[in-house]
């Protein structure tokens, strides 16, 4: 299938970016000496798109160009180019709040699809860091503040109707990259696809039960719906530890091409259900067993944390920069209104709580069931293992999906899944 592409565009290569990068003077002066000395890097193991990495004397530079299909897959599976858009406008109304979490953007190319930005080192992606088992003892902090900042700064609780009304409208438009959330987060899992990779055959009973589950399918459709429906807050739209690089000071978010107005609980939920994932992987990855048990405790002390990171700095801002439209301050004026709007505060962050759980639980059934899998388990070479690390995820995956609600609060989450791995391996042992 050949795919259309716009006139001026071009996917660049290891020698025709070098080229390019030349004929812009502030970068090409950032790295210093002339092409010939620049060493240039395709370095993208994600799904999706090239990342160039280019070092010169003076310094270096990344660069990400969207292809015009999906790279996972092929060119049988186009995607338009636009998604490089979307990713540039978010960075910048995102780093109008949240500019010590982001990489610097230094420059975006309309024709090519390309953006130019800071090269993040000696940052990792912060999965490969979670599986080697490594602490980040400021991420918790770092991604609750970030979470709060833009979901806040671009919501209804700090625009004017107006202004928020308009910033929906940029993102409507990124239809492409959310149907594919819609499709393989919400969708696929629960029917015959043959977009579906599980471990099989150890994992296809359960595969078969996710397709059988009336009460999964119902509540998973009814995420979906609120996710296609609900223009809540700007958010990153795949915030997973693949969208996040790290050192043990500094945590950066990356990767903002699936943007667009939904509902608040998804940027939170998608992480948190790829840190209770990881949780569970552990099991693949420590030698002798019992090795990463520490490990295991500050992952669920994270998830933990970045939930109540995010509600009190939500609640902060919300107390001191009540500048949108909804929730008018002069609505709840003294002590009764006080009491009054707290209690909404309170109601509101209770509803993003569970919304958060549910598209966490979807985060962790899409990654086993579904086409884009982690690599927290699909590392785990021995699929006896493996698959016993990825039903207990299914497992949790699906109370927090169907049984959001009954969660009173993040540590009866983390302390279910510390129960479901608990009797595992006490079972394991005999
Ligand atoms: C076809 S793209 C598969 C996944 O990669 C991205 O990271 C998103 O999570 C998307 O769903
Ligand atoms: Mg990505």
Redesign the pocket.
């Known amino acids: 299938m050949s795919i259309a592409t716009p006139p001026d565009y071009r996917a660049l290569d290891e020698n025709t970016l070098a080229d390019y990068l030349a004929g812009l003077p502030e970068l090409a002066a950032r790295l210093g000496g002339s092409p010939a000395d620049w060493r240039v890097r395709e370095v993208g193991d994600?799904?999706?798109n090239l990342v160039f990495i280019l070092e010169g004397p003076a310094g270096d530079l990344c660069v990400k160009q969207a292809l015009p299909y999906?790279r996972?897959?092929g060119e049988s599976w186009p995607l338009p180019l636009e998604r490089a858009f979307f990713e540039y406008e978010a960075s910048v109304v995102q780093a109008r709040h949240a500019q010590p979490w982001m990489p610097e953007i230094f420059h975006y190319d309309p024709a090519l699809y390309l953006i130019v930005m800071e090269r993040l080192s000696p940052h990792i992606i912060m999965r490969y860091g979670t599986i080697e088992g490594r602490i980040y003892p400021h991420f918790a902090d770092h991604i609750g503040e970030y979470l709060a900042n833009t979901l806040f700064f671009t919501s209804d609780f700090a625009m004017p109707a107006g202004d928020k009304k308009k910033l929906v409208a940029r993102f409507c438009d990124n239809t492409e990259l959310c149907k594919?959330?819609e499709d393989?987060?919400f969708t696929d899992p629960y029917r015959e696809s043959e977009r579906n990779r599980w471990t099989s055959p150890q994992l296809d009973a359960d595969a078969a039960a996710v397709r059988a589950d009336g009460a999964l399918k119902a509540a998973i459709s009814e995420l979906k719906q609120r996710f296609m429906s609900d223009t809540q807050a700007l958010l990153h739209g795949?915030l997973?530890t693949?969208s996040i690089m790290v050192t043990e000071e500094e945590t950066k978010v990356i990767d903002p091409e699936?943007a667009f107005y939904g509902p608040t609980g998804f940027d939170v939920g998608k992480l948190l259900g790829n840190l209770l994932l990881c949780y569970f992987s552990q099991a693949g990855h420590e030698n002798p067993a019992g090795a990463r048990d520490a490990y295991r405790n500050w992952l669920l002390d994270t998830a933990e944390a970045v939930w109540s990171g995010f509600e009190s700095r939500f609640l902060e801002l919300w107390e001191n920069h009540r500048t949108g439209d909804a929730f008018p301050s002069d609505l709840f004026t003294g002590g009764e209104g006080e009491r009054v709007f707290q209690a909404c505060q309170k109601r509101f962050l209770r509803s993003v709580f569970v919304d958060s759980l549910g598209y966490a639980g979807a985060s962790m059934i899409r990654r086993t069931l579904g086409?884009?899998h982690n690599a927290d388990m699909e590392r785990i070479e021995d699929p006896e293992l493996r698959a016993a690390c990825e039903r207990l995820n299914l497992r949790l995956a699906r109370e927090l999906v169907v049984h959001r609600e009954s969660f009173g609060e993040i540590a009866d989450v983390t302390a279910r899944a510390r129960q479901l791995f608990e009797q595992w391996r006490a079972a394991a042992r005999g």
């Open positions: 994600g799904n999706l999906v996972l897959v594919i959330t393989l987060i795949d997973h693949g699936f086409l884009a």
